[in-house]
């Protein structure tokens, strides 16, 4: 073979292999906007294969993440809704036949949790809920909306209360010589600040407020669970448990991991499960 010959040939090979790469990456996939925005680490490439999109809620629950803690082990109920969202009404989307969650969260705000709860629960697709470390609090309160919930036997599971628990310094402040000069209109509204004892008043202000958010947490639970109210109360004590007491008090489905997940999806809804993050 001629040196002429042989340079044709690897030109050749060459611009097979930038064919192929083309096809991969340009033709065969199309990228879609991860969570509803644009930053390059959630941007995903929805193969056409893809069957199950899986969605990350992970850290503390906010109704959004200000921009300056974006880097930060948050979950945004904003940015979650708005890519749960676009799966229900993409054309993009049309191959995806349920929708997975991992959880791994110790809960966060209540609006933010009873935001994605509510989506979860009239979802037009199944959506199952598969829980890491732990699904307490807030978190859980989103993954009992789901259609099914999985978890290790050692998982954190449930942690049903609320919490408006903060730190006084008002000792402190006085040890140190500090003043704190109440200049307010409304006789509450420098209530809760930490520069300041707390006042009988606004004590019960603030546990008016939380009895009304925990019953409404107890409610939801019970519906999303198929639970009675006064079952669920009976474990809404603020503690959490394990994996495996969970499922016998009824907070989860199945003990599992990804393999488990896979497999119920499998048998569920007759697919083989590619999942797509």
Known sequence: MTKGAKIIIGILLL???GAVTYYLT?????RVSYYGSEYDESEVAVEESCNVMGVNLHGEIFTYVPYENEDG?????????????????????????????EIDSYGGSPVASEELANKIKDYKLPVIAMVR???TSGAY????????IFASKMSDIGSIGVTMS???DSK????EGYTWNSLSTGKFKDSGSEQKPLTKEERALFERDLNIIHEQFVKAVAENRGMSEEKVRELADGSSMLG?????????????????????????YGIEPEICW
Request: charged share 35%.
């Open 15 to 17: 611009l097979l292999v």
């Open 141 to 148: 309160w989103v993954a009992s909306a789901s259609d099914r």
């Open 73 to 101: 082990d948050y979950a945004s109920s904003e940015n979650i809704l708005s890519y749960l969202q676009e799966i229900e009404e993409s054309p993009e989307y049309e191959s995806i036949k349920a929708v997975l969650i």
């Open 172 to 175: 402190l402040n006085e040890k």
């Open 166 to 168: 903060y730190l006084d």
């Open 133 to 135: 470390e732990g699904a």
């Open 26 to 30: 340009v033709l065969r996939f199309e």
């Open 244 to 268: 495996e007491m969970a499922l016998e008090k009824g907070l989860i489905d199945e003990i599992g991991f990804i393999e488990e997940v896979e497999e119920y999806i499998k048998i569920k």
